[in-house]
């Protein structure tokens, strides 16, 4: 699901990377310890957002900045 350069990026920085730089429909925590797992939806252009949906609840959704860290490296 995550390319190789993505993976890479996670091991340097503990496991966090850019929203950006993940596909769309990629599953991510916004902290390691979290149990809210989140899916990256589309890009708002006039709010320069991500919407990301909560995978448990589709009726919550948070929009998020592309440069902020996203947790990826956990087992769902």
């Given at each position: 699901m995550y390319t190789d350069k993505i993976l890479d990026m996670a091991d340097l920085n503990n496991g966090f990377?850019?929203?950006?730089e993940l596909a769309n429909?990629?599953?991510f925590k916004r902290k390691p310890a979290s149990n809210t797992v989140f899916?990256?939806?589309d890009y708002w252009r006039p709010d320069k957002v991500y919407g990301c949906q909560d995978y448990e609840d589709v009726g919550r959704e948070v929009f998020l900045k592309g440069a902020t860290k996203v947790y990826i490296n956990f087992e769902y």
């Open positions: 990377v850019p929203l950006k429909g990629a599953m899916t990256k939806g």
